[in-house]
């Protein structure tokens, strides 16, 4: 029993010790800290308190909450010190501001051919080992040196079955990072394989958001690559090619609209079996997400065949599910029940379940022209920065914490938990492409922290406690998206510096004898032996363009957008022409020239260009977040 007392001793001495620090420096960190007080959260402010004299405080700063908050015994006998000027929270952080600038304001072009050549070798490394140990079958397990299909004997193993479907998925998710790699020859042969090899005439149960995303994308994207003759790649065509990556393509999705059929609200099943349709004991439950991102992929291979049915049951769940938002927030709940239409998880959020439904919303505008799109996006942006934003209102200015994006309750926007997860680190690189910049200078920053501080992102992260709340990282590429679009967006060789640290931190801590090797611990750096097929396709393409700037993509006169599985679609005239009329034309409500919010645009030659605010030319040299701003980061996320 002793040592328990010793125990129970050393947690009261160390929250006493805390509360202290807290009280007379405002050293806890102040999403966490105060969470269990009276929170009364409005659009880019955080009023904690309220005045004497019923005003409310813009407490959005550890500063404010310091110094506008002492005792009357306090002003009694400190009077003397009352006309001081009051010192900002953030000279907590100023120190040596220097040290920043020395870390990231160059990268040579040495150390950037280097890193390039770095990230070619670890998607070599991992493809090489998934076609000498794995195919054809789905994935490759890097620690036994085999290959890994569905879960045959256990058909409620989600986790795996979801994803393989017994049609050599890392092959097909990987056709067009061979492209841009620069590798003619063994995209040809892998084509061929494709077409040689695979079938969908499987008894395979997947999901329709995985197999949209990973396997119909990817044949798209290279069938396109294939047969456009504006591709930047080169002479890439392959003799004697029909069309065949395309007939699977609509091979597959001919498979996938069962999911569509027999439900009251028009948003599909989360799940079909590729022989036999909608399971008889498929749930009726699906995630924001996994309904409603379908439109990018569907909608392309509508116009490339002339056929409106895959991009009319996309556009009809994307329009179902924006039917069922809050009425008060604008938000919308993560997981809702397809044959009533009531929510089933309220929580909302931009990570895991909903992410990339807002991601198609703005890049199904971009590729398609289709001002509803735009419409609903912009909705969404606004709800979300009225509801899900906390911090300063300026990323670069005044006093305040960093921006965060939290998850909450949609019908009323109060904080429903204390954590993020890994799949919000997409967020910076959507802001990027609409023209928000310097927020997602902010927002990246808070993610590269945390990376920092465990050489990978957990998959959820509870900032409150300044810890992990689920432990492992499956390669995801979010961050390395994320980064890769702020550099082209700026330049700044502080992304490339990013990037270089999780090359660097994925050859220490996930590369094994075949490959690279899920953390099942971010702490211990433990290991699953899994390598899901993003790691190829999104993770290790994104790191390689980072540091390739003559990349023919790069140099292209075309125009390119990346699905949200990474794949390479061109923003082409084709796509905003449809052979069909709409069967329920909706209103155009967004005006030529002046988005909701003001936000200037104009469209040229079929693509949109946002007249954002550029990063001025002398900033490229500086750190992008300034440095106090930094060092503030790092401590928010316990690096000091």
């Known amino acids: 029993m002793q040592w328990r007392s010793i125990v129970v001793a050393l947690v009261v001495l160390r929250l006493t010790v805390s509360c202290l620090l807290w009280l007379a420096f405002g050293l806890g960190p102040s999403w966490g800290f105060n969470f269990p007080l009276n929170f009364n959260f409005n ?92 195919f054809p079958e789905d994935e490759l397990n890097p620690i036994d040196c085999q290959g890994r299909g569905p879960d045959v004997l256990n058909p409620s193993n989600i986790n795996i079955n979801d994803v393989l ?91 996938l609209l069962p999911a569509f059929e027999n439900t009251s609200t028009g948003i599909p099943y989360p799940r079909v079996n590729l022989k036999s349709g909608v399971p008889p004991d498929s749930i009726n439950e699906t995630c924001t997400a996994g309904a409603g991102s379908l439109l990018v992929e569907f909608g392309i291979l509508s116009r490339l ?47 895991a379940g909903m992410d990339s439904f807002y991601e198609y919303l703005l890049k199904s505008y971009i590729l398609f022209g289709e001002k509803e799109d735009y419409r609903m996006f912009q909705a969404s942006y606004e709800s979300i920065q009225n509801h899900l934003r906390r911090g300063r209102e300026s990323c670069n200015e005044g006093e305040g914490d960093p921006p965060l994006y939290v998850n909450v309750n949609m019908f009323n ?113 433990s290991k699953e032996d899994r390598m899901e097929s993003f790691f190829l396709s999104e993770t290790c393409k994104y790191l390689y363009l980072l540091f390739d700037d003559d990349n023919p993509l790069h140099k292209s006169e075309n125009k390119y957008i990346f699905t949200t599985e990474g794949h390479v679609v061109p923003i082409d005239k084709r796509f905003r022409e449809k052979q069909w009329n709409d069967l329920s034309p909706c209103e155009k409500v967004v005006p030529d020239q002046e988005t909701s919010n003001g936000l200037k645009y104009t469209v040229m030659n079929n693509v949109i260009f946002f007249f954002c605010d550029r990063i001025p030319e002398e900033r490229r040299y500086s750190l992008p977040l300034k440095s106090v701003y930094m060092r503030q980061i790092d401590h928010m996320v316990g690096l000091f």
């Open 43 to 134: 659009l880019h402010k955080i009023e904690l308190f309220k005045q004497d004299d019923g005003e409310s405080a813009k407490a959005n700063s550890w500063s404010q909450r310091i110094h506008g908050h002492g005792d009357a015994q306090c002003r009694t006998s400190c009077a003397t010190k009352e006309d001081s000027p009051k010192k900002s929270y953030l000279s907590l952080f100023e120190g040596d501001r220097d040290e920043y600038d020395r870390r990231y304001s160059s990268f040579p072009d040495t150390l950037k051919i280097k890193m390039k050549g770095m990230a070619k070798d670890m998607f070599y490394f991992g493809y090489d080992n998934y076609m000498k140990y794995a």
């Open 305 to 351: 065949i002339g056929d409106s049915t895959f991009e009319w049951v996309a556009r009809r769940a994307v329009r179902a599910l924006w039917k069922l938002r809050s009425n008060e927030t604008g938000l919308l709940g993560n997981v809702v029940n397809i044959q009533t239409g009531q929510w089933v998880s309220k929580q909302s959020g931009l990570g």
């Open 413 to 525: 926007g109060q904080i429903m938990n204390t954590w993020i997860d890994s799949l919000q680190a997409f967020f910076p690189g959507l802001l990027v492409l609409n023209g928000d910049v310097e927020e997602a200078i902010c927002l990246h920053a808070f993610y590269y922290a945390i990376w920092k501080r465990f050489g990978a992102l957990p998959e959820r992260y509870n900032w409150q406690l300044q810890a992990p709340d689920v432990l492992f990282y499956p390669l995801r590429p979010e961050l390395v998206e994320s980064t890769y679009l702020l550099y082209q967006a700026t330049k700044n060789p502080f992304y490339l510096h990013v990037g270089m640290d999780i090359l660097e931190s994925l050859e220490k801590n996930a590369k094994v004898r075949c490959g690279y090797a899920t953390l099942h611990h971010v702490v211990d750096k």
């Open 165 to 255: 479907g017994n049609y050599s998925l890392t092959l097909i998710d990987t056709l067009d990072t061979l492209l841009v790699l620069g590798n003619v020859s063994e995209f040809h042969r892998a084509v061929k394989l494709v077409i040689d090899t695979v079938s969908f005439d499987k008894d395979s149960t997947v999901q329709v958001f995985e197999a949209n995303i990973r396997i119909l994308g990817s044949l798209i994207s290279a069938h396109i690559l294939l047969t456009d003759p504006k591709h930047p790649f080169g002479n890439v065509g392959l003799v004697d090619y029909d069309n065949e990556l395309l007939h699977l393509a609509h091979d597959l999705a001919v498979r």
